[in-house]
């Protein structure tokens, strides 16, 4: 093996676990903050495209992931149809999406952990879940697999049992709530909250190249985790909101600040605090937030040490830690930059800047899908796209309008996005790209 090389140890099932892990977290939190967007109707506008846009995407992207098993995922795509300087656009993207998402999760988790210990600040909570997995994804890519697999299932099986638990009180008149409440232009400000519902799945991808057989693996990977997610989706969505309207997910009682924690609050409205269910929820509703956090650092770890071992960010994030063969100098620093961004406070502004990074990862990486299809036809495709060109061109329409409209509805936060990638880029250009 050599020097820079990862350990490969994933079969289809713990790609499923990561798949549906990175994820699963948009279930529990952040969602319901496009609530407050577009309401019931507006945010459902929005999920729906998204959905499409994801669906059509994944299919895409599996193509170019099974062809191309790579740590770098969508740069390396990006790099080979597109040339380094859009790869580098495309990697920059991708670092910022799985940068910016972990300190938005580990809010959610400091106040998850805050409703069962209001004494301890939620920052405290934050901060060491952060520590702690890092750590585990330094010790070894198994070990943080199967870690992640355990409470991806528990953390399915605990939505499966909130739904279980709410259908019985739904109604469709709760969803007729002021269902836009500012209007149809509410969808368009709902989309960043659509598309946590399933930002990072392309993090699977980012462990291809530790994968057994990835051809194969990443395939059955990939599309059983969005097939799971997308009913997750629609499930949670419908039932949370069916039990007292969409602002009883958004608002606690008497507070005009929107919460992080939207499924407790739905059952609150079923079973009191104290009751057996409702700690449960957050108990193990905690396992949701964790799978998603210690999943998305460590795609993010992957996709830093692989902008580093290229030479597109400073060299020493391209090493592998000797011992447990594990991007250890990558994941330290997203830790650093993450626990930074998680000290401004700003959950809903975190997340649309993941947000922003995840659609221009979408965007170039469908330009490089075709262009990787013109270029390279006689490419070994161990699987294809169904239906060519029309997935991938639904994914990049969707994509560039969804990016478009993130700009209009949120033009400082898309100037601070645009602002990262422009000194990263005017970097690369200055100091890394003359070495190479």
């Known amino acids: 093996m050599g020097k820079n090389q990862l350990n ?5 099932l713990m790609l499923w676990g990561l798949g549906v892990g990175y994820v699963i977290s948009g279930m529990y939190f952040g969602w319901n903050l496009g609530l407050a967007e577009g309401g019931t109707y507006g945010l459902a506008i929005a999920t729906v495209f998204i959905i499409i846009m994801y669906v059509t995407f994944t299919f895409s992207y599996t193509e170019m992931a099974c062809a191309i098993p790579s740590a770098g995922g969508a740069f390396e795509y990006a790099n080979r149809g597109l040339g380094k300087h859009l790869g580098f656009i495309g990697g920059i993207a991708q670092n910022i999406e799985f940068i910016f998402a972990p300190p938005a999760i580990a809010a959610a988790i400091g106040a998850y952990l805050n409703l069962l210990y209001p004494t301890i600040d939620v920052l405290v909570f934050a901060i060491g879940a952060y520590l702690i997995f890092t750590v585990i994804n330094i010790l070894g890519v198994k070990l943080a697999a199967s870690f992640e697999l355990v409470i991806t299932v528990l953390a399915v099986i605990e939505l499966l049992i909130f739904a279980g638990v709410t ?11 002021n269902p836009l409440p500012n209007g149809f232009s509410g ?36 599309g059983s985790a969005i097939l799971t997610l997308v009913i997750l989706c629609v499930l949670t969505f419908t039932a949370a909101v069916g039990v007292a309207g969409w602002e009883a ?21 079923i079973v009191d605090e104290g009751h057996f269910l409702y700690k449960l929820l957050v108990g193990i509703g905690l396992l949701g ?17 692989e902008f580093g071992r290229v030479g597109y960010a400073p060299r020493f994030l391209g090493n592998v830690q000797s011992k447990f063969r594990t991007p250890a100098n990558a994941l330290i620093i997203n830790t650093l930059i993450g626990i930074v961004a998680l000290l401004t406070g700003k959950t809903g502004e975190i ?31 161990p699987f294809k796209v169904p239906l060519f060109p029309l997935f991938p061109l639904l994914a990049l329409i969707i994509a560039s309008i969804a990016f478009i409209a993130m700009a209009y509805y949120n033009q400082g936060l ?12 005017a970097g690369f250009l200055l100091f890394l790209n003359k070495k190479m």
Request: glycine share 8%; hydrophobic share 55%; proline share 5%.
């Open 289 to 305: 937030l964790i799978a998603s956090f210690h999943g998305i650092i460590l795609a993010g770890g992957r996709a830093t040490f």
């Open 187 to 222: 969808a368009f400000a709902a989309i960043p909250f659509a598309i946590w519902f399933f930002l990072a799945i392309e993090g699977v991808a980012n462990v291809a190249e530790e994968a057994i057989n990835p051809q194969r693996s990443v395939l059955i990977g990939f």
């Open 167 to 177: 259908l019985p009180e739904f109604k469709v008149s709760n969803l007729q709530l």
């Open 8 to 12: 490969k140890a994933l079969g289809p």
């Open 249 to 269: 997910v958004v608002y606690e009682a008497g507070s005009t600040e929107a919460s992080d924690s939207p499924l407790p609050l739905a059952l609150s409205h």
């Open 351 to 381: 997340i649309t800047i993941a947000c922003f990074g995840a659609l221009a990862l979408y965007i170039v990486s469908m330009f490089s899908f075709f262009a990787l299809r013109k270029k390279e036809p006689d490419m070994e495709r």
């Open 414 to 425: 898309a100037f601070i996005f645009l602002g990262i990638v422009g000194v990263s880029y």
